[in-house]
């Protein structure tokens, strides 16, 4: 089985997947954040950098996808290669940060993957505000995520509006994030575990699908 997170920057995505893979002793698959050498120069210069980022994280999420699909076991992935393309790719491109000759390359190379892989299992959505994800981002405090501008988490969070529940064809449980912190409440981590194990081993469904 394949379940990935989704959600904006500073949705908790990361947090998530450690828990979950903890507690139903599944295998984690993170995001290269920390190793993907465009990561910093991007928010410095986006349209100079948004290109290269994003086809890094399209080589890296594509190899993921392979690997993930040739286990027998239950892999948790931290963000999943479609909101790469329909979110942050077509974020940038909309916002003028990447070109439409850029745009048209990229589409055109994940178009040739996506027959190779196929859709998680299920998507959980991580929804959250955007003056919740500031203040997230805030506390964790990564140097080239403080230099990040409001007006392009608020068109990440647009972007994700449409690619949940107009765009994705795969199953989605929503979780309604803004008021939870399940990495030191337990009640909030045992609410998200209940939809979870609702829509997974078939009890009676308390989740939101879109």
Known sequence: MYIAIAGNIGAGKTTLTRMLARYYGWEPRYESVTYNPYLEDYYTDIPRWSFCLETYFLKERFKDLLAIQQTTHTIVQDRSLYEGVFVFV???????????????????????LKGLIRLPDML????????VLIEQIQKRGRDYEQRMQIDYL????????????????????VIESDGLDFENRAEDFRGVLNKIDAELFGLFSVGNWK
Do not use: H
């Open 124 to 131: 959980i959505y991580l929804r959250k505000s955007v003056p």
């Open 154 to 173: 608020k068109d990440l969070n647009e972007r994700y509006e449409e690619f949940i529940f107009q765009q994705y064809e795969g199953k989605v449980l």
């Open 90 to 112: 077509r974020n940038n491109y909309l916002r003028g940060d990447l070109s439409e000759r850029d745009y048209e390359t990229y589409m055109e190379l994940f178009n040739n």
